[in-house]
């Protein structure tokens, strides 16, 4: 078997042949290494890489194997977005301010994928503090779409989207704040799941927006996600706001198929200004096939859909003005400490730690959250958001599941949207709805537009994990659309995918 | 403005440290105040990315009970909000605090005929400390940050502006720790810096309705700091605006070297705090079955228990007895085992209040008892009850093991008076010159040669044999 076949491997085929012992978690750790190593000069998912824990946790996942009592993913390389610690690892959020920052502890989900056997390669790229829907936004430098290098690859985990889509990691975990998972899961061509609130631990996660915030896996298939999000959810005492509910429940039923199940298409969303045709015909598509499996197309509406961006637009950066008040260059990360006073110390350390979006959003957030501005914004945008909410319940009351595109647009090329705020802040109009009323969503690749990857996303109810892995898993069978790997030629933009 | 009758207006805010084992959002321990600096410090309290705060339940119960205590209304809903400030003692960057949906509301605290109304009390965390190399802080040439109080959980206890002198807002915070020690909320020791009072003070003319714009003082640290700072600020403000000046509304301090107020922060214009509901905490839906349960488990209240003395006792002993807890109970357990009230209540205040050893009713009842039927001297009883606290032994066993009696035999005590007046002639001959008090000293030298005679059949012994 060659090191590509290796890399092209779903956590299914992978177990199957480690457990056999036709290959040992140092075998798959290697050939993803070696792919990294050939590849990853022109996609650029990578940060950092982490040899001395993967070799660690590739000894330890074989011996494991040999005892015959190796955990679910024992061997399976996993890449971990920047915004997530792990112990000892440089964490820096994509960041200038946290340049050396390296956790004493470990995010709850990443430890709970390491107790299940996962191997860590490296840290994924991402926007600054998860700000940002195409990774250019990182203060290293911008990730690629594998798919044309010329493009991105969506964000803010856009590394974390592009190693999975680039066989440079076999899953992987990003943060989804308003649509940091699916969106570029969409622009990537591979899974993406953002679970509902609650259902991961935040702990250790470098807070963007707290109450908006979730973590979740890219994945190569439905199967995978849903495992590997299995095994990371689930109460963890340190983080109030994580549910007491069964982890494994996100896994109840989910192969059943959708025959009888209502799927609701909201206009809203299906009509939403700046959809491209192809993504709009590929989601016809993807429509037409459910209903050929048997599930019932209804209509459903979400009202609210409008305000939706602004008020994400008060309630994000009002939590990040608040989130971001930690970094001021005295206990740790970035400091200027030649300055004469700590309040230079605190502006000089924030004006050359913090990038231009990200000090847009903290200006954003403070004037929001301000003495006589508290109510015509941050309060009305509370209220836009229970409006949202109850959007959503009068939409599941007539339907299981939301389907719609992930992302209104195809992998655009770097550089286009950059220069301005509100085109980018649009990237994420059909997944921040979901953020604002905190429920669970997928998204699945379904086909391309002009050659490059579209999303179907699935919306689920609160707790209802299993409803969109249930949608998405009967479509990635009904389709045989698989999240192919893609292998993106040195000289060219466009990849051979 | 001179000859005006002022009126003094006075509210608290008082700070609290409710006894817990743990921080307020984590699971470090309190550390005491000579602890090295950074030593009961983790992720959380430090405020390292992505580490999250979650209550501490035994806090919140604290808060719940001492809101009980002071009739608050509990609401259904409460939650954790933040306040925005930037400072190098607060790690985060903000305070998790509670700002429009506080644990309680509109209780109140009886101080005698006064009435003081509760705004609310609700909880929040503490700071850190600096620490600044040099004299003055605008003179550090170096400040380091002690994050061991970061975290530390604080009951804030408003009240309305209800006091209107230094001796009742002195009176107010006696009786909010004698309240908080009772019920098991709080050690409220002042200066470990567990019960921190801050009184906001303002003047105006008497009968008015208004109130004049105040000063908030801080860096108190005793009762007797209190009243006299409170005092000092009012005198300052009378001679303010006496002088047709006008009161700034700012913070100041108290400095107890110099026993004077001095400014320390303006709210002219005010820090805006940016306060708006933590997203890392659920708001809490306090179930009523437990409040219930909190309340009827409460004990009888300092107040209550107060009145019910002074039924039994003389005003003084009742509130002296009554302000303690732990003397209380002892006093009623000793009352309940047939020791007489008042004896038992002399005892209790003049022998077992300075020393803070406590024995059981039964031993104290055993003991007065011996002492009042004579059996034993005062001194012997002392000596008695410190070995029965110290012991938990019974007095009866104690006095038999040591061989105390008492004399009181005339005779007995008549040779004794005797050898007295031969050893001491000058003090023989003051006395009958007529300075009285020489019979002191003769009663001292009798009771050094025989601590087991009743000390007032010899002095009208010695009294006998001088006349």
Redo the contacts between chains.
Sequence with gaps: MTSGDLTELTIKEATHLLRLGSISASDLVTAHVERIEQLDARVKAYLRMTQEVWERQAEEADRKLRDGDAPPLAGIPIAIKDVLCVKGVETTAGSQILRGFKPPYTATAVQRLFDAGAVMLGVTNCDEFAMGSSTENSSYFPTRNPHDLLRVPGGSSGGSAAAVAAGEAMISLGTDTGGSIRQPAALCGVVGMKPTYGRVSRYGLIAFASSLDQIGPFARSVDDAALVLSLMSGLDPLDATSSQRPGMEVLNNYGAGVKGMRLGVPREYYDVEGIEPGVKAAIDAALLILRREGAEIVDVSLPHTDYGLAAYYIIAPAECSSNLARFDGVKYGLSEEDSPNVTELYTQTRRKGFGTEVRRRVMLGTYALSSGYYDAYYLKAQKVRTLIKRDFDAAFEKCDAIVSATSPTVAFPIGTKTQDPLSMYLCDVLTLGGNLAGLPGISVPCGTSDGLPVGLQVLGPQWGENVCLRVARAYEEASEIRAEVATPSPLQGRGSG | MRGVDWEVVIGMEVHVQPRTRSKMFCGCAIAELNAPPNTHVC?VC??????????NQAAVEACLKTALALNCEIPRHTKFD?K?Y?Y?DL????QISQYDLPMSINGRLELGERRVRIRRVHLEEDTGKLVHAGDKLHRAWE?Y?DLNRAGVPLMEIVSEPDLRSADEARDYAVELQTLLRTIGASTADMERGQLRAEPNISIRRAGSDELGVKTELKNINSFRALHRAINFEVERQKEVLESGGAVVQETRGWSEAEQRTFSQRSKEFAE?Y???PE????PLELDRAWIEELRAALPELPSLRRSRLAGQLPVGLANAIGADRELADLYESAVAKGAPALATANWIVNEVAPTGKLTSGANLAELIRLVDGGAITRDQAREAYLESADTGRTPAEIVTEHGYTQVSDESELRVLAEAVIDANPKATADFRAGKKQALQALMADLRKRAPHANPKAANEVLAKLLG
Aim: proline letters at 24%.
């Design positions: 992720e430090l405020g390292l990315p992505g580490v999250l705060p979650v209550p933040r925005n930037m190098p790690p985060k960057g903000y400040s940050v805006d940016r306060y708006f997203p890392d905490i659920p």
